[in-house]
Protein backbone atom coordinates (compact mmCIF):
# COMPACT_ATOMS: atom_id res chain seq x y z
CA UNK A 1 0.00 0.00 0.00
CA UNK A 2 3.31 2.55 0.72
CA UNK A 3 4.66 1.73 -2.40
CA UNK A 4 1.44 2.83 -3.56
CA UNK A 5 1.13 6.06 -2.18
CA UNK A 6 4.53 6.45 -2.98
CA UNK A 7 3.99 6.15 -6.71
CA UNK A 8 0.85 8.10 -6.60
CA UNK A 9 2.82 10.69 -4.92
CA UNK A 10 5.79 10.31 -7.19
CA UNK A 11 4.19 11.00 -10.14
CA UNK A 12 2.29 14.01 -9.14
CA UNK A 13 5.63 15.35 -7.92
CA UNK A 14 6.89 14.25 -11.49
CA UNK A 15 4.09 16.27 -13.39
CA UNK A 16 4.17 19.18 -10.76
CA UNK A 17 8.07 19.31 -12.05
CA UNK A 18 6.97 18.98 -15.27
CA UNK A 19 4.53 21.64 -15.16
CA UNK A 20 6.79 24.01 -13.55
CA UNK A 21 9.64 23.27 -16.00
CA UNK A 22 7.50 24.10 -18.73
CA UNK A 23 6.49 27.85 -17.04
CA UNK A 24 9.99 28.13 -17.02
CA UNK A 25 11.00 27.89 -20.17
CA UNK A 26 8.33 29.66 -21.83
CA UNK A 27 9.03 32.82 -19.33
CA UNK A 28 5.60 32.32 -18.04
CA UNK A 29 4.42 35.01 -15.55
CA UNK A 30 3.20 32.63 -13.02
CA UNK A 31 4.73 29.34 -12.80
CA UNK A 32 2.36 27.75 -10.14
CA UNK A 33 -0.26 26.91 -12.09
CA UNK A 34 1.19 25.30 -15.08
CA UNK A 35 2.64 23.16 -11.66
CA UNK A 36 -1.07 22.46 -10.62
CA UNK A 37 -2.35 21.52 -14.01
CA UNK A 38 1.28 19.11 -14.59
CA UNK A 39 0.55 17.53 -11.15
CA UNK A 40 -3.50 17.03 -12.20
CA UNK A 41 -2.98 15.63 -14.98
CA UNK A 42 0.17 13.00 -13.56
CA UNK A 43 -2.77 12.47 -10.64
CA UNK A 44 -5.44 11.80 -13.74
CA UNK A 45 -2.86 9.71 -15.99
CA UNK A 46 -2.01 7.79 -12.93
CA UNK A 47 -5.90 7.07 -12.03
CA UNK A 48 -6.27 6.23 -15.36
CA UNK A 49 -3.48 3.44 -15.67
CA UNK A 50 -4.78 2.26 -12.09
CA UNK A 51 -8.63 1.82 -13.12
CA UNK A 52 -7.58 0.10 -16.57
CA UNK A 53 -5.31 -2.35 -14.11
CA UNK A 54 -8.18 -2.79 -11.36
CA UNK A 55 -10.74 -3.46 -14.54
CA UNK A 56 -8.66 -6.37 -16.40
CA UNK A 57 -7.89 -7.58 -12.60
CA UNK A 58 -12.25 -7.74 -12.18
CA UNK A 59 -11.86 -9.39 -15.63
CA UNK A 60 -10.09 -11.65 -14.45
CA UNK A 61 -11.70 -12.68 -11.20
CA UNK A 62 -14.91 -12.72 -13.10
CA UNK A 63 -13.79 -15.30 -15.04
CA UNK A 64 -11.83 -17.04 -12.63
CA UNK A 65 -9.21 -19.06 -14.76
CA UNK A 66 -6.61 -19.19 -12.88
CA UNK A 67 -3.93 -19.67 -15.68
CA UNK A 68 -5.08 -16.95 -17.44
CA UNK A 69 -4.04 -14.33 -14.67
CA UNK A 70 -2.98 -10.53 -16.45
CA UNK A 71 0.70 -9.97 -16.02
CA UNK A 72 0.74 -6.71 -13.73
CA UNK A 73 3.13 -5.58 -11.34
CA UNK A 74 2.59 -3.43 -7.85
CA UNK A 75 -0.01 -3.65 -5.74
CA UNK A 76 -2.54 -4.88 -7.89
CA UNK A 77 0.29 -7.43 -8.81
CA UNK A 78 0.26 -8.66 -5.07
CA UNK A 79 -3.30 -8.63 -5.04
CA UNK A 80 -3.67 -11.20 -7.97
CA UNK A 81 -1.15 -13.25 -6.26
CA UNK A 82 -3.14 -13.31 -3.28
CA UNK A 83 -6.37 -13.85 -5.21
CA UNK A 84 -4.43 -16.58 -7.10
CA UNK A 85 -3.37 -18.23 -3.68
CA UNK A 86 -6.64 -18.37 -2.20
CA UNK A 87 -8.79 -19.56 -5.46
CA UNK A 88 -6.03 -22.46 -5.83
CA UNK A 89 -6.93 -23.81 -2.34
CA UNK A 90 -10.30 -23.17 -2.92
CA UNK A 91 -10.23 -25.01 -5.96
CA UNK A 92 -7.57 -27.85 -4.18
CA UNK A 93 -10.39 -28.20 -1.54
CA UNK A 94 -13.29 -28.35 -3.92
CA UNK A 95 -11.48 -31.01 -5.60
CA UNK A 96 -10.61 -33.25 -2.37
CA UNK A 97 -14.62 -32.69 -1.88
CA UNK A 98 -15.88 -34.01 -4.91
CA UNK A 99 -13.66 -36.43 -4.61
CA UNK A 100 -14.88 -37.66 -1.75
CA UNK A 101 -18.67 -37.01 -2.86
CA UNK A 102 -17.81 -39.45 -5.85
CA UNK A 103 -16.17 -42.33 -3.75
CA UNK A 104 -18.98 -42.09 -0.49
CA UNK A 105 -21.28 -42.30 -4.36
CA UNK A 106 -19.10 -45.39 -5.48
CA UNK A 107 -19.23 -46.96 -2.66
CA UNK A 108 -23.27 -46.80 -2.02
CA UNK A 109 -23.28 -48.36 -6.19
CA UNK A 110 -21.19 -50.94 -4.77
CA UNK A 111 -23.24 -51.77 -1.90
CA UNK A 112 -25.80 -54.87 -2.84
CA UNK A 113 -28.49 -52.93 -0.69
CA UNK A 114 -30.40 -50.43 -2.34
CA UNK A 115 -30.41 -46.51 -1.84
CA UNK A 116 -32.80 -43.67 -2.77
CA UNK A 117 -33.01 -40.45 -1.21
CA UNK A 118 -35.83 -38.06 -1.34
CA UNK A 119 -36.13 -34.51 -0.74
CA UNK A 120 -38.86 -32.48 1.70
CA UNK A 121 -41.30 -33.84 -0.99
CA UNK A 122 -40.99 -37.36 -1.37
CA UNK A 123 -39.22 -36.37 -4.55
CA UNK A 124 -36.22 -38.72 -6.01
CA UNK A 125 -33.11 -36.87 -5.69
CA UNK A 126 -30.39 -39.89 -6.11
CA UNK A 127 -30.78 -43.64 -5.69
CA UNK A 128 -28.16 -46.06 -6.60
CA UNK A 129 -28.26 -49.00 -9.22
CA UNK A 130 -29.40 -51.58 -6.79
CA UNK A 131 -32.62 -49.22 -6.00
CA UNK A 132 -33.00 -48.62 -9.55
CA UNK A 133 -33.36 -52.52 -10.51
CA UNK A 134 -34.90 -53.71 -7.72
CA UNK A 135 -37.75 -51.37 -7.76
CA UNK A 136 -37.95 -50.70 -11.47
CA UNK A 137 -36.75 -46.49 -11.30
CA UNK A 138 -34.23 -45.04 -13.86
CA UNK A 139 -31.67 -43.50 -11.56
CA UNK A 140 -31.32 -40.26 -14.04
CA UNK A 141 -35.07 -40.18 -15.58
CA UNK A 142 -36.55 -40.27 -12.48
CA UNK A 143 -34.85 -37.65 -10.57
CA UNK A 144 -37.26 -35.24 -9.17
CA UNK A 145 -40.29 -37.53 -9.86
CA UNK A 146 -42.55 -38.49 -6.64
CA UNK A 147 -41.69 -41.94 -5.50
CA UNK A 148 -45.06 -41.95 -5.04
CA UNK A 149 -46.43 -41.56 -8.57
CA UNK A 150 -43.16 -44.49 -9.90
CA UNK A 151 -44.14 -47.26 -6.79
CA UNK A 152 -48.05 -47.82 -6.68
CA UNK A 153 -47.88 -50.99 -4.79
CA UNK A 154 -50.63 -50.37 -2.17
CA UNK A 155 -48.21 -51.65 0.50
CA UNK A 156 -45.69 -48.86 -0.38
CA UNK A 157 -48.35 -46.11 -0.12
CA UNK A 158 -49.79 -47.33 3.15
CA UNK A 159 -46.03 -47.35 4.24
CA UNK A 160 -44.89 -43.87 2.93
CA UNK A 161 -48.21 -42.72 4.61
CA UNK A 162 -47.00 -43.43 8.35
CA UNK A 163 -44.89 -40.48 9.88
CA UNK A 164 -42.06 -42.62 11.90
CA UNK A 165 -41.98 -45.91 10.56
CA UNK A 166 -40.29 -48.55 12.83
CA UNK A 167 -40.69 -52.01 11.19
CA UNK A 168 -39.31 -52.01 7.20
CA UNK A 169 -42.06 -53.05 4.56
CA UNK A 170 -41.48 -56.07 1.99
CA UNK A 171 -43.25 -55.97 -1.53
CA UNK A 172 -42.98 -57.57 -4.95
CA UNK A 173 -39.91 -56.53 -6.47
CA UNK A 174 -39.93 -54.98 -10.07
CA UNK A 175 -38.91 -58.61 -11.72
CA UNK A 176 -41.25 -60.25 -9.49
CA UNK A 177 -42.98 -63.35 -11.25
CA UNK A 178 -45.12 -65.74 -10.43
CA UNK A 179 -43.09 -68.45 -11.08
CA UNK A 180 -39.88 -66.47 -9.73
CA UNK A 181 -41.27 -64.24 -7.07
CA UNK A 182 -38.71 -61.65 -6.19
CA UNK A 183 -39.23 -60.16 -2.32
CA UNK A 184 -37.65 -56.66 -1.16
CA UNK A 185 -37.26 -55.15 2.06
CA UNK A 186 -37.86 -51.39 2.48
CA UNK A 187 -36.83 -49.46 5.06
CA UNK A 188 -37.66 -45.70 5.38
CA UNK A 189 -35.29 -43.16 7.60
CA UNK A 190 -35.90 -39.43 7.82
CA UNK A 191 -33.01 -37.15 8.10
CA UNK A 192 -32.01 -33.46 7.51
CA UNK A 193 -35.03 -30.63 7.00
CA UNK A 194 -37.85 -33.29 5.98
CA UNK A 195 -35.73 -35.28 3.85
CA UNK A 196 -35.49 -39.04 3.33
CA UNK A 197 -33.73 -42.29 3.09
CA UNK A 198 -35.20 -45.87 1.59
CA UNK A 199 -32.62 -48.57 1.94
CA UNK A 200 -33.35 -51.42 -0.06
CA UNK A 201 -33.12 -55.31 0.38
CA UNK A 202 -33.31 -58.15 -1.86
CA UNK A 203 -35.36 -60.69 0.85
CA UNK A 204 -36.21 -63.07 -1.61
CA UNK A 205 -33.89 -66.11 -0.44
CA UNK A 206 -34.12 -65.11 2.96
CA UNK A 207 -38.28 -65.51 2.78
CA UNK A 208 -37.29 -68.34 0.88
CA UNK A 209 -35.22 -69.88 3.36
CA UNK A 210 -37.63 -68.84 6.29
CA UNK A 211 -40.22 -70.90 4.70
CA UNK A 212 -38.54 -73.89 4.19
CA UNK A 213 -37.27 -74.11 7.92
CA UNK A 214 -41.10 -73.77 8.52
CA UNK A 215 -42.20 -76.42 6.54
CA UNK A 216 -39.06 -78.16 7.46
CA UNK A 217 -39.98 -78.14 11.19
CA UNK A 218 -43.60 -78.63 10.47
CA UNK A 219 -42.23 -81.54 8.13
CA UNK A 220 -40.41 -82.97 10.86
CA UNK A 221 -43.00 -83.14 13.51
CA UNK A 222 -45.43 -84.40 11.61
CA UNK A 223 -43.12 -87.74 10.66
CA UNK A 224 -42.11 -88.11 14.47
CA UNK A 225 -45.67 -87.50 15.38
CA UNK A 226 -47.26 -90.27 13.23
CA UNK A 227 -45.21 -93.41 14.43
CA UNK A 228 -45.45 -91.91 17.89
CA UNK A 229 -49.14 -91.49 17.90
CA UNK A 230 -49.38 -95.25 16.66
CA UNK A 231 -46.25 -96.25 19.90
CA UNK A 232 -48.37 -94.37 22.09
CA UNK A 233 -51.72 -96.02 21.36
CA UNK A 234 -49.79 -99.71 21.91
CA UNK A 235 -48.55 -98.87 24.86
CA UNK A 236 -51.78 -98.22 26.40
CA UNK A 237 -53.28 -101.11 24.66
CA UNK A 238 -50.39 -103.25 26.89
CA UNK A 239 -51.02 -101.16 29.70
CA UNK A 240 -55.09 -101.50 30.05
CA UNK A 241 -56.09 -104.58 28.25
CA UNK A 242 -55.03 -108.34 29.99
CA UNK A 243 -53.10 -109.84 26.75
CA UNK A 244 -51.85 -113.13 26.51
CA UNK A 245 -48.07 -114.03 25.69
CA UNK A 246 -48.92 -114.54 21.86
CA UNK A 247 -50.46 -111.24 21.63
CA UNK A 248 -47.71 -108.91 23.75
CA UNK A 249 -45.31 -110.24 21.67
CA UNK A 250 -47.05 -109.05 18.25
CA UNK A 251 -47.55 -105.84 19.80
CA UNK A 252 -44.67 -105.39 21.11
CA UNK A 253 -42.99 -106.53 17.34
CA UNK A 254 -45.61 -103.80 15.89
CA UNK A 255 -44.13 -101.31 18.17
CA UNK A 256 -40.49 -102.19 17.06
CA UNK A 257 -41.56 -101.19 13.73
CA UNK A 258 -42.39 -97.51 14.67
CA UNK A 259 -39.42 -97.37 16.61
CA UNK A 260 -36.95 -97.97 13.67
CA UNK A 261 -38.94 -95.47 11.74
CA UNK A 262 -38.53 -92.61 14.21
CA UNK A 263 -34.87 -94.40 14.35
CA UNK A 264 -34.40 -94.04 10.92
CA UNK A 265 -35.51 -90.28 10.45
CA UNK A 266 -33.34 -89.35 12.93
CA UNK A 267 -30.55 -91.09 11.63
CA UNK A 268 -31.32 -89.39 8.25
CA UNK A 269 -32.10 -86.07 10.31
CA UNK A 270 -28.46 -86.64 11.90
CA UNK A 271 -27.33 -87.29 8.50
CA UNK A 272 -28.14 -83.85 6.31
CA UNK A 273 -26.90 -81.87 9.42
CA UNK A 274 -23.66 -83.28 9.31
CA UNK A 275 -23.47 -82.48 5.07
CA UNK A 276 -24.31 -79.28 5.94
CA UNK A 277 -22.11 -78.45 8.46
CA UNK A 278 -18.77 -80.33 7.18
CA UNK A 279 -15.98 -79.10 5.34
CA UNK A 280 -15.87 -80.36 1.70
CA UNK A 281 -14.64 -83.99 1.24
CA UNK A 282 -10.67 -84.57 0.67
CA UNK A 283 -9.22 -85.74 -1.91
CA UNK A 284 -7.21 -87.23 0.29
CA UNK A 285 -9.40 -90.13 1.44
CA UNK A 286 -10.45 -93.04 -0.66
CA UNK A 287 -13.25 -95.78 -0.98
CA UNK A 288 -12.20 -98.77 -3.70
CA UNK A 289 -15.32 -99.35 -5.78
CA UNK A 290 -14.88 -102.93 -5.90
CA UNK A 291 -16.18 -102.63 -1.71
CA UNK A 292 -18.22 -100.18 -2.71
CA UNK A 293 -19.92 -102.42 -4.84
CA UNK A 294 -19.72 -105.28 -2.89
CA UNK A 295 -21.34 -104.09 0.44
CA UNK A 296 -24.46 -102.62 -1.94
CA UNK A 297 -24.76 -106.07 -3.28
CA UNK A 298 -25.29 -107.60 -0.29
CA UNK A 299 -27.11 -104.98 1.28
CA UNK A 300 -29.58 -105.45 -1.98
CA UNK A 301 -29.95 -108.66 -1.44
CA UNK A 302 -30.92 -108.22 2.04
CA UNK A 303 -33.24 -105.96 1.68
CA UNK A 304 -34.65 -107.51 -1.38
CA UNK A 305 -35.25 -110.86 0.73
CA UNK A 306 -36.53 -108.87 3.85
CA UNK A 307 -39.10 -107.42 1.76
CA UNK A 308 -40.08 -110.10 -0.67
CA UNK A 309 -42.03 -111.88 2.25
CA UNK A 310 -40.95 -115.14 0.22
CA UNK A 311 -42.50 -114.04 -3.04
CA UNK A 312 -40.57 -114.28 -6.09
CA UNK A 313 -37.39 -112.37 -6.11
CA UNK A 314 -36.28 -109.64 -7.80
CA UNK A 315 -32.93 -110.10 -10.00
CA UNK A 316 -29.96 -108.00 -8.73
CA UNK A 317 -27.57 -107.76 -11.02
CA UNK A 318 -24.30 -105.49 -10.47
CA UNK A 319 -21.53 -104.67 -12.97
CA UNK A 320 -18.41 -103.32 -13.06
CA UNK A 321 -16.43 -102.37 -16.29
CA UNK A 322 -13.14 -104.61 -16.30
CA UNK A 323 -11.16 -101.42 -16.33
CA UNK A 324 -12.93 -99.87 -13.65
CA UNK A 325 -11.77 -103.19 -11.40
CA UNK A 326 -9.05 -101.47 -9.50
CA UNK A 327 -10.93 -97.62 -9.68
CA UNK A 328 -11.13 -95.39 -5.90
CA UNK A 329 -13.64 -92.71 -5.36
CA UNK A 330 -11.91 -89.82 -3.93
CA UNK A 331 -14.04 -88.07 -0.85
CA UNK A 332 -15.38 -88.90 2.47
CA UNK A 333 -15.76 -93.24 2.46
CA UNK A 334 -19.31 -92.87 4.37
CA UNK A 335 -21.09 -90.53 2.65
CA UNK A 336 -20.39 -92.05 -1.33
CA UNK A 337 -21.27 -95.31 0.52
CA UNK A 338 -24.70 -93.93 1.99
CA UNK A 339 -24.90 -92.09 -1.34
CA UNK A 340 -24.87 -95.29 -3.63
CA UNK A 341 -26.55 -97.46 -0.94
CA UNK A 342 -29.83 -94.76 -1.18
CA UNK A 343 -30.18 -95.10 -4.49
CA UNK A 344 -30.02 -99.13 -4.02
CA UNK A 345 -32.12 -99.60 -2.13
CA UNK A 346 -34.91 -97.11 -3.38
CA UNK A 347 -34.56 -99.77 -6.35
CA UNK A 348 -35.44 -102.27 -4.30
CA UNK A 349 -37.58 -100.88 -2.21
CA UNK A 350 -39.65 -99.39 -5.38
CA UNK A 351 -39.22 -102.61 -7.43
CA UNK A 352 -42.27 -105.34 -7.71
CA UNK A 353 -41.53 -108.56 -6.89
CA UNK A 354 -39.64 -110.51 -9.76
CA UNK A 355 -38.43 -107.51 -11.25
CA UNK A 356 -35.03 -106.81 -12.68
CA UNK A 357 -32.31 -104.06 -10.61
CA UNK A 358 -29.09 -103.49 -12.66
CA UNK A 359 -26.31 -101.18 -10.70
CA UNK A 360 -23.76 -100.68 -13.28
CA UNK A 361 -20.24 -98.45 -13.38
CA UNK A 362 -18.90 -97.05 -16.64
CA UNK A 363 -16.71 -94.41 -17.48
CA UNK A 364 -17.69 -91.12 -19.46
CA UNK A 365 -16.03 -89.21 -22.57
CA UNK A 366 -14.82 -86.87 -20.39
CA UNK A 367 -13.26 -88.50 -17.87
CA UNK A 368 -16.21 -88.63 -15.66
CA UNK A 369 -17.20 -92.06 -13.77
CA UNK A 370 -20.86 -93.03 -13.70
CA UNK A 371 -23.07 -95.33 -11.14
CA UNK A 372 -26.07 -95.69 -12.95
CA UNK A 373 -28.87 -97.61 -10.90
CA UNK A 374 -31.69 -98.99 -13.25
CA UNK A 375 -34.78 -100.50 -12.44
CA UNK A 376 -38.15 -102.01 -13.64
CA UNK A 377 -40.10 -100.23 -11.42
CA UNK A 378 -43.52 -98.79 -11.32
CA UNK A 379 -41.28 -95.38 -12.96
CA UNK A 380 -42.37 -92.05 -11.74
CA UNK A 381 -44.34 -89.18 -13.35
CA UNK A 382 -42.34 -86.59 -15.17
CA UNK A 383 -43.93 -83.83 -13.17
CA UNK A 384 -42.07 -85.24 -9.94
CA UNK A 385 -38.72 -85.35 -11.05
CA UNK A 386 -37.63 -81.99 -10.10
CA UNK A 387 -38.94 -82.48 -6.79
CA UNK A 388 -37.88 -85.81 -5.84
CA UNK A 389 -34.53 -84.15 -4.11
CA UNK A 390 -36.56 -82.06 -2.00
CA UNK A 391 -36.64 -83.17 1.69
CA UNK A 392 -39.49 -85.24 2.63
CA UNK A 393 -41.20 -85.16 -0.84
CA UNK A 394 -42.73 -88.60 -1.88
CA UNK A 395 -44.42 -89.25 -5.04
CA UNK A 396 -46.81 -91.77 -3.06
CA UNK A 397 -46.48 -91.36 0.91
CA UNK A 398 -48.22 -94.74 2.30
CA UNK A 399 -45.86 -96.83 0.00
CA UNK A 400 -42.82 -95.09 0.88
CA UNK A 401 -43.94 -95.15 4.81
CA UNK A 402 -44.48 -98.90 4.59
CA UNK A 403 -41.31 -99.69 3.11
CA UNK A 404 -39.57 -97.55 5.85
CA UNK A 405 -38.89 -94.29 3.70
CA UNK A 406 -38.46 -91.51 5.28
CA UNK A 407 -38.59 -89.30 2.75
CA UNK A 408 -35.16 -87.64 2.94
CA UNK A 409 -33.00 -90.35 0.81
CA UNK A 410 -32.66 -88.69 -2.44
CA UNK A 411 -32.09 -84.92 -0.68
CA UNK A 412 -28.79 -86.82 1.07
CA UNK A 413 -28.09 -88.18 -2.34
CA UNK A 414 -27.90 -84.91 -4.04
CA UNK A 415 -26.12 -82.75 -1.07
CA UNK A 416 -23.27 -85.63 -0.75
CA UNK A 417 -23.05 -85.15 -4.69
CA UNK A 418 -22.88 -81.25 -4.23
CA UNK A 419 -20.24 -81.77 -1.98
CA UNK A 420 -18.18 -83.78 -4.23
CA UNK A 421 -18.58 -81.83 -7.17
CA UNK A 422 -20.28 -84.98 -8.78
CA UNK A 423 -24.13 -85.16 -10.34
CA UNK A 424 -27.37 -86.87 -9.75
CA UNK A 425 -29.39 -87.03 -12.69
CA UNK A 426 -32.66 -88.78 -12.73
CA UNK A 427 -35.01 -90.51 -15.79
CA UNK A 428 -37.99 -92.60 -15.67
CA UNK A 429 -41.21 -93.22 -17.11
CA UNK A 430 -44.01 -94.63 -15.42
CA UNK A 431 -44.32 -98.03 -16.31
CA UNK A 432 -41.18 -99.24 -17.50
CA UNK A 433 -39.06 -97.78 -14.49
CA UNK A 434 -36.20 -95.37 -13.64
CA UNK A 435 -32.58 -94.72 -14.07
CA UNK A 436 -30.45 -92.86 -11.20
CA UNK A 437 -27.30 -91.74 -12.52
CA UNK A 438 -23.86 -90.41 -10.58
CA UNK A 439 -21.97 -88.53 -12.31
CA UNK A 440 -18.37 -87.90 -10.44
CA UNK A 441 -15.88 -86.01 -12.49
CA UNK A 442 -12.48 -87.08 -13.58
CA UNK A 443 -10.88 -84.78 -10.27
CA UNK A 444 -13.02 -87.71 -8.00
CA UNK A 445 -11.68 -90.56 -8.67
CA UNK A 446 -8.51 -92.36 -10.09
CA UNK A 447 -7.11 -96.05 -11.10
CA UNK A 448 -5.09 -97.70 -8.08
CA UNK A 449 -2.25 -98.01 -9.41
P1 LIG B 1 -38.10 -92.34 0.52
O1 LIG B 1 -37.47 -92.56 1.83
O2 LIG B 1 -39.54 -91.98 0.61
O3 LIG B 1 -37.81 -93.41 -0.44
P2 LIG B 1 -36.38 -90.74 -1.13
O4 LIG B 1 -35.93 -89.35 -0.95
O5 LIG B 1 -35.38 -91.81 -1.19
O6 LIG B 1 -37.44 -90.97 0.02
O7 LIG B 1 -37.24 -90.79 -2.46
C1 LIG B 1 -38.22 -89.80 -2.67
C2 LIG B 1 -39.36 -90.39 -3.46
O8 LIG B 1 -38.92 -90.70 -4.79
C3 LIG B 1 -39.87 -91.69 -2.92
O9 LIG B 1 -40.84 -91.47 -1.93
C4 LIG B 1 -40.46 -92.33 -4.15
O10 LIG B 1 -41.79 -91.86 -4.34
C5 LIG B 1 -39.59 -91.81 -5.28
N1 LIG B 1 -38.59 -92.82 -5.69
C6 LIG B 1 -37.31 -92.86 -5.31
N2 LIG B 1 -36.66 -93.87 -5.92
C7 LIG B 1 -37.55 -94.48 -6.69
C8 LIG B 1 -37.51 -95.60 -7.62
N3 LIG B 1 -36.39 -96.29 -7.80
N4 LIG B 1 -38.65 -95.91 -8.26
C9 LIG B 1 -39.77 -95.23 -8.09
N5 LIG B 1 -39.88 -94.16 -7.26
C10 LIG B 1 -38.79 -93.80 -6.56
Redo the contacts with the bound molecule.
Sequence with gaps: MISRFFSFFSLLAFGGALGFAWAVMGDKPLSMPYLMSGALLAGLLWMLVDAWRGYRVRSWLRQGDLGMAPEISGWWGVLIDRSRKLLRERERSIDASEQRLKDFLSAIQASPNGVVMLDSNAQIEWCNQTAAAQLGIHPERDVMQRIGNLLRDPVFTAYMAVEQPNEAVVMAGRKDRVDRPVRISIQRHRYGEGKQLLLTRDVTLLEQAEAMRRDFVANVSHEIRTPLTVLSGFVETLQTLDLNAEEQKRYLALMAIQADRMQGLVEDLLTLSRLEGSPTPSLQSTLPLAHLMQSCEQEAHGLSDTISHGAEPQHIEFQTDHLLGDAVLLGNERELQSAVS??VS??V???PAGGRILVSVGQGSDGSLMVE?R?T????AAE?LPR??ERF?????S???E???????????KHVMQRHGASLSIS?EVGQ??C?KLTFPATRWRLNP
Excluded at 377 to 380: E, K, L, P, R, S
Excluded at 403 to 413: F, P, R
Aim: hydrophobic fraction near 35%; avoid cysteine.
Design positions: NLNARYTVDGAGIHLTYRVDRRSRSGGTGLGLAIVSGSF
